[in-house]
């Protein structure tokens, strides 16, 4: 692909009103900004769009077979951008992440075990969870200052229980932002291998990491992560490609995996379509550099964000962001619950926030912010949550 012009690409405003987006067609409010939901307002790639568009001049979408290609070009992803040498058996695809950590949980605990997550944490892990009969365990993470830590000693008093099976990792964390270092990895895996804690890598905001800052798969640390280690992934972030349904579980576990595959089949996401295939072939094949831009123009909003934020509205405070396009602001200094502030800023700002609450207790007095559209538009938002914020101090 050429050089692409980020500017000119990225900056564009695109209607999606009526197109059955689930982020702007659920808003009821006339003229209201939903800022919410985690997918991008910008076009995909389009070498995506011109390799979806030649599958559609088949006419024919029957069943579909996954190609060599799929692999191909998924490995060489991987070994390009983490140097992590995946092989083709290791790979299971599916059509979502969200059924992916579901199916790994299935797979690798009993009914009633205790599965741990660091809260806050994306909110679809606790129904995954629950859906699975098993229960939530909170290793909540430390705020310190605006910079969130893990709570090693607490993961360790929870990894000692036997009833505790599974740790879900964020990796990077949603909604707050972290790049997990290889020191912080390796910690986790210490603990958790120690008392026969497998775990679960959720590594879909991967590829989304900003500068100075570096992905460490938590499965390429070593023979016993490897072992140990399930990781799911999906390029439906990285390129806004969510609705097409395709996501892969590494499991270099030959007998974790045959358990994971029969999870899929039993709960029927064993398949996908043929766009999702085209989609992900042309993602890493064609379009590395149409990401990079993109990459760029999203830590050119973080940077404007956190801006306008430190001098327009004082009251609140931007988390430190490492990876993700969702900015995660620290607002107890307005005094409100979470779910009251975001009815607020609805009602005050036509604005549609998602409430620090969603992702777990440990989110009260947070608000989750999505980045990801045209600086236009994102400083559209940007006025609008300081109107909504001036109402608020109002009350």
């Known amino acids: 692909m050429t050089d692409f012009d980020q500017v000119a690409y990225f900056d564009q405003v695109i209607e999606r009103k009526g197109s059955g987006s689930y982020k702007w067609d659920s808003v009821e409010q ?5 800022m919410w939901v985690a997918d991008m307002d910008f076009a ?3 070498a995506i769009v011109e390799a979806l568009m030649r599958r559609v001049q088949h006419g024919i979408f029957g069943y579909a077979k996954v190609p060599d290609v799929y692999y191909q070009e998924l490995l060489s992803w991987f070994a390009r951008r983490y140097d992590f040498a995946i092989e083709r058996d290791w790979v299971l695809y599916t059509s979502g992440v969200v059924p992916a950590v579901s ?3 299935k797979a690798l605990s009993m009914s009633g075990n205790g599965v741990i997550v660091q809260t806050p944490v994306y909110n679809c892990f606790f129904s995954s969870i629950r859906n699975m009969g098993c229960q939530v365990i909170e290793n909540t993470l430390i705020n310190r200052e605006g910079y969130y830590e893990i709570d ?7 990894a000692q229980d036997p009833n505790n099976t599974v740790l879900l990792l964020c990796n990077p964390h949603n909604p707050v932002g972290r790049v997990w270092t290889k020191a912080e990895l390796l910690r986790i895996g210490e ?11 959720d590594e879909i905001h991967c590829d989304l990491v900003f500068p100075g800052h570096k992905h460490q798969p938590f499965a390429d640390l070593g023979p016993e992560f ?8 999906a390029p439906s972030k990285s390129f806004n490609i969510a609705g097409l349904q395709i996501a892969n579980i590494i499991v270099p576990n030959p007998e974790l995996r045959l358990r994971i595959d029969k999870a899929l089949n039993i709960h029927e996401v064993c398949d996908v379509n043929p766009f999702g ?17 993109l990459l760029c123009y999203l830590y050119g909003n973080y940077q404007f964000v956190a801006e306008f934020i430190q001098r327009e509205i004082p009251t609140l405070k931007l988390t430190k962001q490492e990876a993700t396009y969702l900015a995660w602001i620290d607002c107890r200094e307005l005094g409100l619950p979470a779910e009251k502030l975001v009815d607020l800023l609805a009602q005050h700002a036509l604005l ?13 007095g947070f608000l989750r912010l999505n980045m990801a559209c045209p600086r236009s538009v994102l400083a559209e938002g940007l006025q609008r949550l300081k109107m909504g914020v001036m109402a608020c101090e109002q009350i």
């Open 30 to 34: 006339e003229n209201a900004l939903p």
């Open 44 to 46: 995909t790639s389009p």
């Open 103 to 105: 199916a790994a949980i």
């Open 152 to 158: 090693f000693e607490d993961l360790e008093q929870k």
């Open 191 to 201: 603990i958790c291998f120690a008392h026969g804690v497998k775990v679960i890598s």
């Open 226 to 233: 490897l072992s140990n280690t399930v990781t799911c992934h």
């Open 277 to 293: 295939i085209e989609a992900l072939i042309a993602a890493y094949r064609d379009s590395e550099r149409w990401f990079d831009a």
């Open 352 to 364: 549609i926030l998602s409430p620090g609450t969603l992702f777990g207790d440990a989110g009260e």
